[in-house]
């Protein structure tokens, strides 16, 4: 049974930091892409990141970057979202995904597999 567990979000004041993990197991990933989404309330969700399966190809939304930063640690099957100068904008729940076989990807629709989302809130 494939499974991502997402973890670290939090509540934290503008311009702090968080940093998500995304434990995945039941299959190994090191080949998919993998990705971070995030939806607000009352707002569809959107792309943040995404990182090929070697870590050498990666793209962030235009609102993160420079911001956020994505990455992968294949041995543990865990993915990364390191988030600095966070702003009360950035409030949303954040999900992991995974797309197999995928250099990268940038539309919910290409990922396969979801976790279950962490709740990232920043205060103004």
């Known amino acids: 049974q494939v499974q991502l567990i997402e973890s670290g979000g939090g509540l934290v004041q503008a311009g702090g930091s968080l940093r998500l993990s995304c434990a995945a197991s039941g299959r190994t990933f090191s080949r998919d892409a993998m990705g971070w989404f995030r939806q607000a309330p009352g707002k569809e969700r959107e792309f943040v990141a995404t990182?090929?399966?070697?870590?050498?190809?990666?793209y962030y939304a235009d609102s993160v970057k420079g911001r956020f930063t994505i990455s992968r640690d294949n041995a543990k099957n865990t993915v990364y979202l390191q988030m600095n100068s966070l702003k009360p904008e950035d409030t949303a729940v954040y999900y992991c995904?995974?797309?197999?076989?995928?250099?990268?990807?940038?539309?919910?629709?290409?990922?396969?597999?979801w976790g279950q989302g962490t709740q990232v809130t920043v205060s103004s």
């Open positions: 995904a995974a797309a197999p076989f995928r250099r990268f990807g940038l539309r919910g629709h290409e990922y396969d597999y």
């Open positions: 990182i090929s399966g070697s870590g050498s190809t990666i």
